[in-house]
């Protein structure tokens, strides 16, 4: 029987973040290079854009804790990101300059490694250090300059969303594993219940409030740390809704759609940036 009161499995997450991506691409790609970058319109699209890289990254913690084969999801993205970036420097050529800095499957590449390797036992977990130095050093260096598509798109903040969302996880693990060997509860069993799917909803909407209000402060302190527009991303804490309504269930997941969802980034990009050319 469907669960009512949560109904967003992964395979909803995915269409709604794919859907708002595409919108705000619209705006960043077609509207920006049509010269409609100051209307409402142009800031409607971005605001509703605003939920799909929370989403993805959500995503791609719950990937890497779940996964069975850690090795391909990684090849998945990495290959992902080489395609993304073709597809940013074929767009450029196309369609002129949209605002779209970085490869945004750099951020979740590195979000994953980081998330697997904390994972792992004793001094690997140290590892962890090597993606994040990657993207600290992208905010120092500012890898975009040389080459923009093997640059992070949300950088540090994208990398602290990541690890706040997985320290959710392991807070949420802990309480409910405590709670039921305290009672004497099978914690397997538990962890089916409604009751373990709102805690963790609920940990993860709170983790994601925390990244948006800490990387808002910080920027306040020192605005030099503002590489994502932080001012305007912090819409993104709104996502949080959404998380409320996840089942923690896969949902569809046919090979067609999953391939497909990974080819619709560059291809959807390169489409924008044909169609503003004409429109030009």
């Not at 469907?2 to 909803?12: D, E, H, I």
């Not at 990244?211 to 709104?238: G, M, P």
Request: glycine share 8%; charged share 10%; with cysteine.
């Amino acid at each position: 029987m469907k669960n009512k009161k949560y109904p967003f499995s992964s395979f909803v997450l995915k269409i709604i973040a794919l859907a708002t991506m595409t919108i705000d691409h619209i705006g960043a790609i077609v509207l920006h290079n049509v010269g409609l970058a100051n209307t409402s319109l142009y800031l409607v699209s971005r605001i509703i854009g605003r939920a799909a890289f929370p989403l993805f990254v959500f995503m791609v913690v719950e990937g890497v804790i779940h996964t069975k084969h850690p090795l391909r999801y990684f090849a998945r993205l990495a290959i992902s990101g080489i395609f993304i970036g073709l597809a940013l420097w074929i767009g450029q050529l196309i369609g002129g300059e949209p605002m779209i800095t970085g490869n945004i499957f750099v951020d979740l590449l590195a979000i994953a490694l980081v998330v697997w390797l904390l994972r792992q036992k004793e001094y690997l977990k140290l590892l962890a250090i090597v993606p994040a130095l990657y993207i600290f050093l992208d905010f120092k260096l500012n890898f975009s300059v040389v080459s923009p598509f093997t640059s992070p798109q949300y950088g540090l903040y994208g990398l602290t969303m990541g690890v706040f969302y997985y320290v959710a996880y392991l807070i949420n693990e802990a309480a409910s594993k405590a709670a039921c060997g305290k009672y004497g509860i099978d914690f397997e069993g538990y962890a089916l219940t409604r009751q373990y799917r709102s805690n963790a909803n609920a940990a993860a909407s709170i983790s994601l409030l925390t990244t948006n209000i800490l990387w808002y402060i910080i920027f306040r302190i020192d605005s030099s740390w503002d590489t994502v527009f932080i001012t305007f991303q912090s819409l993104s804490a709104l996502t949080g809704i959404i998380l409320l309504f996840y089942s923690g269930k896969r949902g569809y997941d046919s090979k067609w759609f999953r391939f497909g969802t990974y080819a619709y980034y560059p291809f959807h990009i390169i489409l924008l940036n044909l169609l503003s050319y004409i429109l030009i």
